[in-house]
C-alpha cells in the first residue's frame, strides 16, 4: 500500500472567516514541486512583465492548433502549450482511441484498470504534441439527469476520488498534465453560465473528496459559488485550493469562464482561456488588461510572478522542458498540413476491450440465461445494437443518438477510429455455435420486434439514454436529460419483446440512471446488463461478457432507483432571466447516502452488480489505532502527514465458493458515530480480487485518520468524532458481510 502524502485532499466549501491577506503564495512544500519551482523561479526572473503575462492569456479562440494555446517565449526555450480536450481521449483529431467514458471507469471499481486507461491516454495526448490534457472530470452526480455526469466517476466523492487519482497519476506518468475539472459545484448543464451554486457548510455543505496526486492544474468552472463566480471566487480558489490544500499549480479558467481581470487575478485564476473575453472578441481579461492592472497596482507584482511561476513550475514538473513532441495536429482542421495524421492508438484497442468488459454491470441474471451456451435462435433487438447510418462520427461532437451509445456528446469527446456494434459482434461470436441471428432494429415498429423475437432462444433488447454538454439539444434534451427515462420508446420496446419471449435480456447503454420500474419484474425479461458507456469496442466487450469470456464484475456507481422523484437532488430546469439559485439543500446525502438516510428502497443500490460465480467473506480483523493525530489548521490542513498516516488495517478473506473464475469487489463502508450527524454509511475503501474456483484471500484494505475524520467548522481541521465508527465490509453498499467496530 503506498502512503500517499500527496495524494488525498478534499473538496469542501466552508465558511468565510476573517481572512488576513489578499493573496496565497505557494508554499513549497513537496520536492518535486520543489525542483519545478527553482526552475520556473529563475525562469520568471528572466522575464519582462509583458512575457509574464503572456503565460497567463491563452491566444484565443481561432488562433493556434490546439483547443487552448499559450504562446512561446523563446528567451526561455519555453515553446509554448497546447490544451486539448477531452477525459476520454484525444479530441477532433485522427489516429486516436475513443476509451471508455468516466462513468465506466467508475463501474470497474478496478484502480489498475483506471490507471492504466490514465497511462494509454497520456501516451496518446504526448504523440499528439498535447502538453495539457483537460480531464479528469470529478464532478459529482448529484442530479443523475445532469447532462455531463458521464464524463465523471458517479456519486460517491471517494470512488470519484479514487479514480481521479489513478487517472491523474496514469496521465502524469507520460509527462502529460492532467487538469481536474470543474471547480466547482458545476454540476448542471442548464444554467450554467447564469447560476449561483448555493452551498452551505458542513451539515449542509456539499463535500467531495478528490485525490490530488501533484496534479498540474484545476479548471475554475462557468457557474458562481454564493453569487461569486468560480473563476473569481477567493473562497474556493485562494481559501480552499491554495491555501487549505496547498495546491501548488495552477488554475485555469473553462472557456470564457472568466468575468474580470484583478478581481480574478487577486482571488487566485493564474490563466484565462481561451483568452479573449467572448469568442471573436479582440479582447482578454488578461493579456494587456492584465499587464495594465500590474502597471497601476492593481494586481501585484509578487501575484504576477506567482501566476506565471505556477504555470512553468508544472511545465517543469512533468518534464516538458525536455524533449517534449511539438503538435503535429490542427484540432480546427484535420485537412490542414500541419495534420501528420499521426497514429498513436498503439495496442489500445485491447485494454479499451478489457474495460469495457470490466465495467459491464450484470443486475439481474434468472434462470441462468447468461452466459450464453450455444443458443440455437438470438433476437437482436433496438438501434442501439446497430451503427449510426451517418457512421460513428456522423454527428458532431457526438450529438445525436444513432446506433450502439459508447459516449454521450459535447466537448468530453473524441472522435471514434471505429466502433463495434453490438449487432456486429455477436453475429461474428454466434457463427462458432452456428446461432441463427435475426434482428430488428427499429425501435418504433415493435411489430417487427415482437415477430423477431418470438420463438426464439434468447432475445436481446437494446435501449438507451444520451446526454451530453449544453450547447447542443439532442431530441429535445439540451444537455441535460430531461426525465430518466429510456430514450427511443425503449420501454415500450421491452414490453413488447417481453409478451412474446420469455427469455429476454434487456443490454441498456447508458449516460446515468434509468427507470427500469416499467418492466423489471416481468419474469419474462430474465437478464438485465449494464454496458454504459464502453468506447470504440462496444460490441466485442459486450460479447465478452455475454459468452462468459469475461466474467462480469462491473459495480453500479450510482443508485439505480424504482421512482425518479427518490433521489435528493434534480437538475433545475427554470428559465431565469436573473441568476439561478441553485441550493445544495441536500448537503452530503446524495445517491446511496441520502436512500440510507431516508430509508428508500432502490431497485439497485450503489455498488451493486452480479457475477457467473458466488463468493463468501469471513474472518473480519481491525487492528490499529487512530490515536494521537494531533490535527492541525491553517495552511495545507487537508494534507497534513498524520492525518493521511494509514493507522488502521482491516483485513478479511473472501472465497469463490462457485464454479467460475471471477472478480469479486470487495467493499468497505464506515458508518461514523452518530454524533457526526454523517450519511449512515460512507464508501471508504475497495478492491478488486481475482479468484479460481474454491480459492480464497486475504483483503488488506487500510484506512487513515482522515478517512475517520469530519471537518469542524469551528476550529477549521479534521477530528474524529469520538465514538464508535462502524465497519461494514460487503459486496455492495447494501449487501454487507461482515461487521466490526472502531472505537475512538
Ligand atoms: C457559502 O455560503 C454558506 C452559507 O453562508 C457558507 O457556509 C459557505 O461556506 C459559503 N461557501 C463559500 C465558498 O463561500
Ligand atoms: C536568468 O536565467 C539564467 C539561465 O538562463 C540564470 O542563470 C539566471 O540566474 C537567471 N536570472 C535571474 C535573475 O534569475
Ligand atoms: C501549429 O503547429 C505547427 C507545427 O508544430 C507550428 O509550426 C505552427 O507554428 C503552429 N501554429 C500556431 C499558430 O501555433
Ligand atoms: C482570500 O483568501 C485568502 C486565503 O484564505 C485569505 O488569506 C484572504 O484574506 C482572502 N481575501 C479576501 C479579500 O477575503
Ligand atoms: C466480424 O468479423 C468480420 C470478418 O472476420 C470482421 O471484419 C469484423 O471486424 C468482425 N466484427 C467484429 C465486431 O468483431
Ligand atoms: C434463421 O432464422 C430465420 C428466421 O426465423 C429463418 O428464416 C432462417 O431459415 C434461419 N436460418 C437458419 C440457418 O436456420
Ligand atoms: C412470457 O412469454 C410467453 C411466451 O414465451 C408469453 O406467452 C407470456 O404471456 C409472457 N408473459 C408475460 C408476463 O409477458
Ligand atoms: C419458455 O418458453 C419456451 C417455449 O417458447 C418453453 O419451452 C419454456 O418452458 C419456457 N420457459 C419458462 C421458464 O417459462
Ligand atoms: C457461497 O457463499 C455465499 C455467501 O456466503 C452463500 O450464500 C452461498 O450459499 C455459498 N455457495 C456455496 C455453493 O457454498
Known sequence: MVFRLWSACVWLIYGAAAFGSVQVHAQVNNEKWQQAYAKAKTAVANLTLSQKVSLTTGEGFFIGNCTGNIPAIPSINFPGLCLEDSALGVRNVDGNSAFPAGINMAATFDRSLINQRGVAMGQEFRGKGVNIQLGPFVNIMRAPAAGRNWEGFGGDPYLSGEAAYETITGIQSQGVQAVVKHFINNEQEHSRAISTSDVDDRNTKYTCTLVQANVASFMCSYNQINSSYACENNNTLNGLLKHELAFQGYVMSDWFATHSTAPAANNGL??????????????????????????????????????????????????????????????????????????????????IRTIGAASTVLLKNERNALPLRAPKSVAVIGSGAGANPDGPNGCSDRSCNKGVLAMGWGSGTANFPYLTTPLDALTNRSALDGTNITSSLSDDDTKAAAKAAAGKDVAFVFITADSGEDGYIVEWNAGDRNDLNAWHNGDNL????????????????????????????????????????????????????????????????????????????????????????????????????????????????????????????????????AAGGNPRSGYGASLDDNLHEKVITVSFTVKNNGTDAGHEITQLYLSPPASANSPPKLLKGFDSVLLEPGQSQTVQLQLSRYDLSIWNIVTQRWEIPSGDTAVLVGASSRDIRLTGNIHN
Open 270 to 351: 493564474d490563466m484565462t482561456m481561451p483568452g479573449e473575453v467572448f469568442p471573436g472578441s479582440l479582447v482578454s481579461f488578461f493579456g494587456l488588461s492584465l499587464q495594465l492592472a500590474v502597471d497601476v497596482g492593481d494586481v501585484s507584482h509578487d501575484r504576477i510572478d506567482d501566476m506565471a511561476t505556477r504555470i512553468l513550475a508544472a511545465w517543469y514538473l512533468l518534464g516538458q522542458d525536455q524533449d517534449f513532441p511539438t503538435v503535429n495536429f490542427n484540432s480546427k482542421d484535420a485537412n490542414s498540413n500541419i495534420n501528420k495524421h499521426v497514429n498513436v492508438q498503439g495496442n489500445h484497442a485491447s485494454l
Open 494 to 625: 421491452v414490453k413488447a419483446v417481453a409478451a412474446v419471449n420469455n427469455n429476454t435480456i434487456v443490454v441498456v447503454n447508458t449516460v446515468g440512471p434509468i427507470i427500469v420500474d416499467g418492466w423489471i419484474d416481468n419474469p419474462n425479461i430474465t437478464g438485465l446488463v449494464w454496458s454504459g458507456l464502453p468506447g470504440q469496442e462496444a460490441g466485442n466487450s459486450l460479447v465478452d461478457v455475454l459468452y462468459g469470456a469475461y466474467n462480469p464484475s462491473g459495480r453500479l456507481p450510482y443508485t439505480i432507483a424504482k421512482s425518479a422523484d427518490d433521489y435528493s437532488a434534480k437538475v433545475n430546469y427554470d428559465l431565469h432571466l436573473t441568476t439561478l439559485h441553485i441550493p445544495y439543500t441536500e448537503g452530503l446525502f446524495v445517491d446511496y447516502r441520502h436512500f440510507d438516510q431516508a430509508n428508500i428502497a432502490p431497485r439497485f443500490e450503489f455498488g451493486f452488480g452480479l457475477s457467473y460465480t458466488t463468493f463468501a467473506y469471513s474472518g473480519l480483523s481491525i487492528t490499529g489505532s
